[in-house]
């Protein structure tokens, strides 16, 4: 018994150093990361979203989702979901750098994909930061 009890005593203490010694690696909603501002556009100029819209011709081509995000205590990643019809079509990971940060993805719109579209913003955890809505139409 005293060994049982010394080993479940060694497993916590361990966990607790560990989660001591990397702070930061667990973001979650609400604290660390936000989603500060975002746009819909065809193109990215100067870093900029250009444009921009929630609702789209089959014929555009790429849409970007641009972001502004706040909040990272050092490097980190989030990633960009795009799904279509609520069927999850592309994963693109992004690295963030500094404490706000300027960042895109984007879908390549083949005209046969007309309807709604959303894209989930997530931290390296996958909790969800923003999930925004935009339309594409024939």
Excluded at 18 to 37: H, I, K, Q, T, Y
Excluded at 64 to 74: M, S
Aim: charged fraction near 20%.
């Amino acid at each position: 018994m005293k060994q049982f009890a010394f080993a479940i005593l060694c497993i916590v203490v361990f966990l607790l150093i560990g989660c001591a010694a990397s702070p930061g690696l667990r973001e979650s909603p609400g604290r660390g990361l936000r989603v500060a501002d975002h746009a819909f556009c065809i193109r990215i100029e100067n870093k900029e979203p250009a444009g921009t819209g929630t609702s789209f011709s089959s014929t555009v081509g790429r849409v970007y989702l641009w972001t502004v995000i706040e909040g990272a205590q050092g490097p980190t990643s989030i990633r960009h979901v795009w799904y279509y019809e609520d069927e999850r079509w592309l994963v693109t990971p992004l690295t963030i750098t500094s404490q706000r940060f300027r960042t895109w993805s984007y879908f390549t719109i083949r005209p046969d994909l007309t309807g709604k579209w959303h894209v989930q913003v997530e931290d390296r955890n996958g909790n969800v930061l923003g999930s925004y809505p935009f339309t594409i139409r024939k």
